[in-house]
């Protein structure tokens, strides 16, 4: 059962979000949000901290069929990116996984960012190369 239906309120951070009063607060300030764009953070908060892809995105916002060279994912992710940024200067709340999909997970400006595995493959460094993962 998701937020909406069962009036929980989600929390990140200074974020609140209440799916059924149709409401996200910053520090307990009204974040002015589209319908799309508070049914896009719902969609990633109730999944926060895994990486959702574009597809189980739309299906829960936009419920249509989706098509591999729609664009508005990702066009909305930019808007309600923008938005919690300037609600909330130093922290990130959606994360792009390119070729994945979105992360939802509060986390401050300027921490370090994983850093991707190296392997041995073949050439220099001792007769091996290295090559991200």
């Given at each position: 059962m998701d937020a909406a239906a069962n009036g929980r309120t989600l929390r990140a951070g200074h974020l609140e979000i209440r799916p059924a009063d149709r409401a996200a607060l910053v520090d307990g300030r009204p974040l002015t949000l589209t319908v799309r764009e508070l049914e896009l953070l719902t969609a990633l908060a109730e999944r926060a901290e895994r990486i959702v892809g574009r597809e189980e995105l739309h299906a829960a916002v936009w419920a249509?069929?989706?098509?591999?060279?729609?664009r508005s994912v990702d066009v909305y992710v930019s808007k309600l990116r923008a938005k919690l940024e300037q609600a909330l200067p130093g922290w990130r709340?959606?994360?792009?996984?390119?070729?994945?999909?979105?992360?939802?997970?509060?986390e401050p400006l300027g921490s370090p960012e994983p850093i991707a595995p190296r392997v041995a493959v073949d050439g220099s460094n001792g007769g091996r190369a290295e090559r991200g993962l």
């Amino acid at each position: 059962m998701d937020a909406a239906a069962n009036g929980r309120t989600l929390r990140a951070g200074h974020l609140e979000i209440r799916p059924a009063d149709r409401a996200a607060l910053v520090d307990g300030r009204p974040l002015t949000l589209t319908v799309r764009e508070l049914e896009l953070l719902t969609a990633l908060a109730e999944r926060a901290e895994r990486i959702v892809g574009r597809e189980e995105l739309h299906a829960a916002v936009w419920a249509g069929r989706f098509r591999s060279c729609d664009r508005s994912v990702d066009v909305y992710v930019s808007k309600l990116r923008a938005k919690l940024e300037q609600a909330l200067p130093g922290w990130r709340y959606i994360h792009t996984h390119f070729g994945f999909g979105y992360r939802f997970s509060p986390e401050p400006l300027g921490s370090p960012e994983p850093i991707a595995p190296r392997v041995a493959v073949d050439g220099s460094n001792g007769g091996r190369a290295e090559r991200g993962l």
